[in-house]
């Protein structure tokens, strides 16, 4: 993902995805329960005031039916407020006209009910007015009528509590399996971290790391995929570092033939030249001024090309390295190079004792060294090197070299063949290799090659 890398370092983790997706099925689930609730509602409210104005309009027409002439103005009185009274009737608003004046019967309690429902809910569920009109003759009465308006406010406080209570079990459900879900996932997910781990170790080259089997088959699949990949790449890495070796040994193999054929055949032969040179020269004397010139002129470019092998097997194999050890070849070659460079300096400091170093790592360091001389006068314009080697009491090796140099930016510039064949040497040691630079602040280069008994153990 250092990277985004990165477990879960995405915008949105896996987890965060499945519960968001989970929340938004169960805020569908509730839009729908609201909807259906409303409309069951709204029916069921429009049924019930229906139904209960049907209803006192029959209770009040066998009222009627029942009701004798004397005295029964006031009987109808008290029959129809004892209607009101009743729990389905509460809600009719009752007028009677046309036998002894207007009577105007509403609730028990004489004033209009207001609905305790929110304003959206009544306005979503409130029916349209219903008025019931009927004509009405009882006997020895003059002929009337009845009229019932029906007020759902009662019923529409009712339908909100049961909807409500709904709402709420529905909001409450939705919440608690929302949370058993986020736990569950996490835990059941909780291997992908490891997995996540697992891939950025090998990323780093941690070809060692193996990865423990979850419970879950599926993400066991791609464990074991992994860990096959990771010993794949151990077993390809150090091949890999195998005919590294085995490529660098014959390169320095080579290089010593070339040196040693340099040395006793085209230096011989040089030298011969020059002695066959000087003979003439002193034969002919005075006798012979032109060809004894030509003599001494063939004797001087004699010199000169047998200085350019001798830098040359200088270059290719120093003798010094096989004779005199890692150190003073690395003396030698810092001296040379300062010689060489006089507007630079480079600085050489050694610790530790390294008799006994064997031949690959000698090698080795004594190439990088030489490689990241010649990469500061090619490319650094730097005024200072320092050089810092040393062997520690375990037997493993640190190499830092750093300069003050314009320096440069390692994500965005490629890497020369030189950083890269000090790379590979360093890899064919199973050392650790660590470059830091940005513009204007220098080059530092880290290295670190371990004991020859941890090697193969150790992880580049």
């Known amino acids: 993902m250092s990277r985004m890398a990165q477990p879960m370092r995405l915008a949105m983790s896996l987890r965060f995805r499945l519960n968001l997706v989970i929340t938004l099925v169960f805020v569908l689930i509730l839009v729908v329960s609201i909807t259906l609730a409303i409309d069951n509602a709204r029916r069921a409210v429009a049924e019930e005031v229906r139904s209960t104005a049907h209803l006192t309009l029959q209770l009040l027409g066998l009222a009627f039916s029942t009701v004798g002439a004397p005295g029964g103005d006031d009987q109808l009185t008290e029959l129809v407020e004892r209607l009101g009274e009743l729990e389905r009737t509460r809600h009719m608003e009752v007028e009677i006209s046309g036998m002894a004046g207007v009577r105007a019967l509403s609730r028990r309690d004489g004033a209009h009910h207001v609905a305790t429902a929110p304003a959206w809910f009544v306005a979503l569920v409130r029916p349209p007015p219903l008025e019931i009109r009927e004509s009405i003759a009882a006997a020895g009465m003059p002929a009337g009528e009845i009229v019932i308006r029906a007020d759902p406010d009662d019923e529409i406080t009712e339908a909100w509590e049961d909807v409500r209570a709904l709402l709420a079990v529905v909001v409450v459900f939705a919440l608690v399996a929302n949370g058993v879900v986020y736990l569950v996932l996490g835990h059941g997910l909780r291997p992908v971290e490891a997995i996540v781990r697992g891939l950025d170790a090998i990323e780093q080259g941690d070809y060692q790391a193996r990865l423990g089997r979850p419970a879950l088959p599926e993400l066991g699949r791609i464990v074991d995929k992994v860990n096959h990949i990771a010993a794949v790449l151990a ?214 090659i371990p004991a020859p008994a941890e090697r193969g153990r150790r992880l580049a």
């Open 235 to 448: 077993r390809s890495r150090a091949q890999t570092r195998a005919l590294a070796q085995r490529s660098l040994a014959i390169q320095e193999e080579e290089r010593r033939y070339l040196a040693h054929e340099l040395h006793d055949e085209m230096g011989q032969s040089i030298s011969a030249i020059k002695a066959v040179a000087v003979s003439i020269s002193q034969r002919i004397g005075a006798r012979e001024p032109d060809i004894a010139q030509s003599a001494r002129t063939i004797s001087d470019i004699s010199s000169t090309i047998y200085d350019t092998v001798r830098g040359m097997m200088h270059r290719l194999r120093p003798a010094i390295l096989d004779e005199l050890g890692l150190v003073a070849a690395m003396e030698q070659l810092v001296d040379d190079w300062n010689a060489r460079n006089t507007e630079l300096f480079c600085a050489l400091r050694v610790e530790g004792d390294f008799d006994g170093t064997d031949e690959a790592t000698g090698i080795s360091l004594y190439r990088i060294v030489q490689e990241a001389l010649t990469n500061v006068v090619k490319h650094a314009r730097a005024s200072r090197v320092e050089v810092d080697l040393q062997r520690h009491g375990s037997g493993e090796l640190t190499l830092r070299i750093a300069d003050d140099g314009v320096g440069f930016d390692p994500e965005s510039s490629a890497r020369g063949l030189g950083l890269l064949g000090m790379h590979e040497r360093v890899a064919a040691l199973d050392g650790s290799f660590t470059l830091r630079s940005r513009p204007g602040t220098g080059l530092i280069i880290d290295i670190d």
